[in-house]
């Protein structure tokens, strides 16, 4: 092919010589070595054996003659006369570590056969080793598993199933891939959930079985570039020459990257020879390996080659001065069941760049998982799904309701997938125990669903083993406790706003006062007055300030009523002014103490916060067993939070339940407080007037929507949930499922302007029984007035007639009773 070229070495034409050598065979490589010189050769291209190699690379070196290799080869030491046209291993494995970040990949196993690869692939393997900044943040962790060459992979392939890796770097023979992905398939390790990373340059040249493929991610890169005008050349030039001795070869015949590099390198050689043709004659005379001769052209061909970068067949080749290919490009492929799909492409100065946009990623896993049948685990909690009261009379997914069955039903209609609904085994939703996963997370683990649904917490923990989609509800812890019975008001509940105490001591200031009024009224001269203004002779004065009457006033104060009683000294009048002052603020203050004791009583409660649970040791608290609740107060470092869970942890029997609706029963009994999820409080509260939300949400987070590691469609239900959210479809669904047409009475509310009869009972009494007081004292003063009077009937009968007066409603004037002449009053002196 490079003959049919007269600009590439014109005059002359390059005649090849092939002998194969059987690897390991190094007396044979040097005898054929040894020949060649003697048959005049410009280079030897190959071989791969590593032995053959090192035997041909010191012979060259002996005498001065270009090896030209196009495969990866160990470097013990620099070779002045070897030229590798392979890319350099180093670089190599940079692009493949770049192409593993760009993927996301925080963990993956590398599957090898050959010790070499270990070699050859060590910039990945140092990447636990290198700092965060080394590897753009991006902290992997590999695991090796080496296979022998005549070994199956069905028992690797199933271990590493159990180990719940995804991700593998592949680095085999082809055709061992081949058996490698049947082997998967088998238990089930080629899925959309598995990702495979060949190593292999060649991974274009085969024809992949598209139902063993399936929906796996299988990324590759590929040296040639098809649309590349050089390698077009070549293959025209190829199936030309092909053709000229009778072979039949397809258009579309696949071009290895060996055939590619062994183009490249002759080309190189050719071009290399042309240079050196132009400066002087070439001098291709025989040489044995007995004789200690050196070749005329091997120091100028190498200078050309490492000077004189070109494009080839397998795009720009730059040699370095150790004979290393340092510039180079190549493509990320994908394969697909349809075929190899160019994602992206990787060069030593523009690095790593995708071709694919983010709406065609968006648009392929949307294909992916349209039709697809998700398997999905649940733990059956209202009102986020639960089976119906008719479950028998629905089968499948209508068996369930409820808030998230809402949610899939919208998801599904959306990207067109199907789902099963199964109840996880073990009622749990997920924690670690002993390294092992239970629940829901367990199940996606173990590969036993795809996505888990419900009232499930996004937690650090959980998310580092397995992934969640954004929320789709937002939340908080909080107290979940019975409604505080209310308690029948004392029959004197009026007496409360002041304490015993002050009680007592204002009837001893009522007591006091009066008398010390009475003493000073009688001690003023100004308070003795003539009884009859208009008689100035009148020599009998009179205090109205007597005994009774000053008792009268200062009651009459208090209840902030008048009399007819009235001080006229300044002294009386300076001690009635501070007994108002001292009724004023006394009264003001009952009024006030009164109206917060009934909203205190109202509103009473033993706890109003965490605070408050924390402080006593009366009610017990708890929260359910293993969830998201636990951990929280396990783990939390705020003094508050690692009380209460001290708390817990010591009581006994266990406050811990197994289930809400058993913690919720708990809360029934009294006695209890359960800390569970805000969401679920409300709609508890909702639908039950006897239990109550207290305090506020003591943290933040959010329920999703969980799937395995590495699952493709995270991503899509997560867009998903936000276009619901923007639509605010989720909040209509929510109101479905929370709201109620049950209305609880709020005490708080209806009863903020009302006392009733237990409050004021007290009132009453004191009321019936100052009436009864004056009934029993009438009858005194009509029986003690009776008794004076001259000619007089029996008091009962006088009693009778003049209560007969009375309800008949006479007149209120009558003759005056006939009494026993009184002494007279003295004057006064």
Request: neutral net charge; hydrophobic residues 40%; proline residues 4%.
């Amino acid at each position: 092919m490079i003959n049919t070229d007269e600009a590439r070495l014109p005059g002359r034409k390059l005649q090849a010589r092939v002998k194969h050598i059987a690897p390991q065979d190094s007396f044979r490589a040097l005898k054929t070595a040894c020949s060649f010189l003697e048959e005049g050769m410009v280079a030897i291209v190959g071989p791969k054996s590593p032995s053959n190699m090192g035997v041909l690379q010191s012979t060259c070196d002996a005498f001065e003659m270009p090896l030209l290799l196009t495969h990866w080869a160990l470097r013990t030491q620099a070779r002045r006369y070897t030229i590798n046209l392979f890319p350099e291993s180093r670089i190599l494995a940079g692009a493949l570590t770049e192409s593993l970040v760009h993927q996301n990949w925080k963990t993956f196993t590398l599957i090898f056969e050959d010790n070499e690869a270990l070699i050859r692939l060590q910039e990945i393997l140092q990447l636990p080793t290198k700092s965060e900044a080394e590897v753009q943040q991006h902290h992997m962790k590999v695991m090796l598993r080496h296979i022998k060459p005549d070994q199956d992979f069905k028992k690797l392939m199933k271990d590493l199933s159990n180990s719940r890796e995804n991700n593998f770097v592949v680095d085999l023979p082809l055709h061992r891939v081949h058996q490698l992905f049947h082997d998967a398939s088998q238990v089930q390790m080629m899925t959309e959930y598995q990702n495979y990373f060949l190593t292999s340059l060649d991974s274009h040249t085969v024809e992949w079985n598209s139902t063993v493929i399936g929906r796996t991610n299988i990324t590759a890169f590929r040296l040639i570039n098809p649309e590349n005008e050089h390698f077009k050349k070549f293959l025209r030039e190829w199936i030309f020459s092909e053709q000229t001795i009778g072979k039949d070869v397809p258009s579309k015949q696949p071009i290895t990257t060996e055939a590619a590099l062994v183009y490249d390198a002759v080309t190189m050689l050719a071009k290399s020879l042309r240079e050196l043709e132009r400066s002087r004659q070439l001098d291709l005379r025989s040489m044995y390996c007995d004789e200690s001769a050196v070749s005329s052209h091997g120091n100028a061909t190498i200078y050309h080659m490492q000077m004189h970068p070109f494009e080839g067949a397998s795009g720009y080749i730059k040699i370095d001065k150790q004979g290393r290919r340092i510039t180079f490009s190549i493509d990320m492929v994908k394969i697909t069941n349809k075929g190899i799909m160019k994602i992206g492409s990787w060069d030593t100065d523009k690095r790593f760049q995708v071709k694919k946009e983010d709406k065609d990623q968006y648009s392929e896993v949307k294909d992916l998982l349209r039709n697809a049948t998700l398997k999905v685990t649940t733990k059956l909690t209202k009102p986020y799904l639960w089976q119906k009261t008719t479950a028998d009379e629905f089968k499948g997914n209508d068996k369930y309701q409820g808030f998230c069955k809402d949610l899939l039903d919208k998801l599904s209609e959306q990207f067109g997938f199907k789902y099963i609904i199964t109840p996880v085994k073990d009622k749990q939703y997920g924690s670690e125990v002993n390294g092992n996963w239970n629940g829901m997370i367990g199940e996606l683990l173990r590969k036993e669903a795809d996505i888990a649904i419900g009232d499930l917490t996004i937690t650090y923990d959980r998310q580092a083993a397995v992934e969640f989609t954004m929320p789709f509800m937002n939340l908080g812890i909080s107290i979940l406790f019975k409604k505080p019975e209310k308690q029948a008001p004392p029959m004197f509940s009026f007496l409360k706003p002041l304490s015993l105490e002050v009680w007592f001591y204002m009837g001893t200031a009522y007591l006091g006062v009066s008398l010390f009024l009475f003493i000073l009224a009688r001690l003023s001269p100004y308070e003795w007055i003539n009884p009859h203004p208009c008689d100035s002779d009148n020599d009998v004065v009179e205090n109205q300030f007597t005994l009774l009457n000053s008792l009268w006033f200062t009651i009459g104060s208090i209840m902030q009523q008048g009399s007819d009683i009235l001080p006229r000294a300044v002294s009386t009048r300076i001690v009635a002014s501070s007994w108002w002052f001292f009724t004023l603020i006394m009264i003001s203050s009952y009024t006030a103490n009164l109206a917060a004791f009934l909203t205190a009583q109202r509103m009473s409660s033993p706890i109003e916060s965490a605070a408050d649970l924390a402080k006593q040791t009366t009610i017990q608290y708890g929260c359910m067993n293993g969830g998201s609740t636990m951990k929280f107060f396990q783990d939390s470092n705020y003094p508050i939070y690692k009380r209460m869970w001290s708390f817990m942890e010591s009581q006994r029997p266990s406050v811990f339940v197994d289930s809400n609706d058993k913690g919720i029963e708990r809360v029934r009994m009294g006695n209890y407080a359960f800390l569970m999820e805000s969401t679920s409080i409300q709609y508890e509260t909702e639908r039950s007037c006897d239990l109550t939300q207290v305090g506020g949400e003591l943290d933040s987070k959010g329920y999703g929507i969980a799937t395995r590691p590495g699952s493709p469609y995270r991503g899509l239900l997560s867009s998903g949930i936000l276009w619901l959210q923007e639509t605010q479809q989720l909040q209509i669904m929510r109101d479905k499922w929370w709201k109620t047409s049950t209305h609880c009475a709020d005490d708080a509310i209806s009863t903020s302007a009302e006392m009733g009869i237990r409050n004021v009972g007290g009132v009453f009494m004191v009321l019936g029984i100052g009436s009864c007081l004056g009934v029993v004292i009438v009858v005194m003063e009509f029986a003690w007035r009776a008794n004076k009077m001259l000619d007089r009937e029996p008091v009962c009968v006088m009693l009778w007639h003049e209560l007969r007066a009375t309800l008949s409603c006479r007149g209120s004037t009558r003759p005056a009773p006939k009494e026993p002449d009184e002494p007279s009053v003295e004057k006064m002196p």
